[in-house]
């Protein structure tokens, strides 16, 4: 059964430092996300991202943050100066399409800042 | 703003009972879909259940369903014939657009 990867596991990383965290979607799938996760807090929505370009993005996704689609397979969330807040763990999701289909959520990658 | 409030932040039940997870959201659209997602320790996201706000019909998917009162907002799930490898942290979300909307989550605890 296809699933959503993503890669690494757990990145431990130091304040001021760039990140950039990697899915892979469902190949037929055609709409991306990030989410996030604080430890012990609920998931919260980070961007979406459909033909290209950023479709809806929340007031987390500030411009420390950028997401891109370098090929036909990865889906790249870039965090350019991170800060200890940004501890989470990061979800990627898929779909195959927007409202009425399931977002398909990869494995997560915990990422620590020190 | 949606809002989804899980009012239960910690449940129990034993193996091969029943349980149902309460969950009450708050949305100004008419069209839009509801999710059950279940996040074992592993913290994985896995898809549980899903209900369209338009159907009448409650979901059903093998030992889980829900309970969807569209007029009072309400999505609760019930497992039937609890098992140990249920035991996960459930997240109900509603969809409108792009993204989800979670909830605080349930913790359910399956003793054997």
């Known amino acids: 059964e296809p699933e959503v990867t993503q890669t690494p596991s757990h990145q431990v990383t130091q304040m001021g430092q760039e990140v950039i965290l990697r899915c892979v979607p469902i190949s037929n799938h055609l709409y991306f996300y990030w989410y996030r996760q604080i430890l012990g807090q609920k998931v919260e929505f980070l961007v979406s991202f459909y033909n290209n370009e950023i479709s809806e993005k929340s007031e987390i996704f500030d411009d420390q943050f950028s997401v891109e689609r370098p090929d036909g397979s990865n889906f790249t969330l870039k965090i350019r100066s991170t800060k200890l807040e940004d501890s989470a763990m990061y979800f990627c999701?898929?779909?195959?399409?927007?409202?009425?289909?399931?977002?398909?959520f990869g494995p997560g990658t915990r990422l620590t800042v020190t | 703003a949606q809002t989804v409030t899980q009012s239960q932040p910690e449940m129990s039940v034993q193996e091969a009972e029943t349980v149902t997870l309460s969950c009450t959201y708050d949305t100004s659209e008419n069209n839009y879909y509801l999710f059950w997602y279940k996040q074992p320790p592993s913290r994985q996201m896995i898809l549980v259940i899903r209900?369209?706000?338009?159907?009448?019909q409650n979901a059903t998917e093998n030992r889980f369903s829900v309970n969807f009162q569209k007029a009072a907002k309400s999505f609760s799930l019930k497992i039937s014939d609890s098992q140990l490898g249920d035991t996960a942290m459930y997240f109900c979300?509603?969809?409108?657009?792009?993204?989800?909307?979670f909830g605080t989550g349930t913790r359910l605890q399956v003793f054997p």
């Open positions: 209900q369209e706000a338009y159907k009448q």
């Open positions: 979300a509603p969809r409108t657009g792009d993204k989800l909307i």
């Open positions: 999701a898929s779909s195959l399409g927007q409202v009425t289909y399931e977002q398909y």
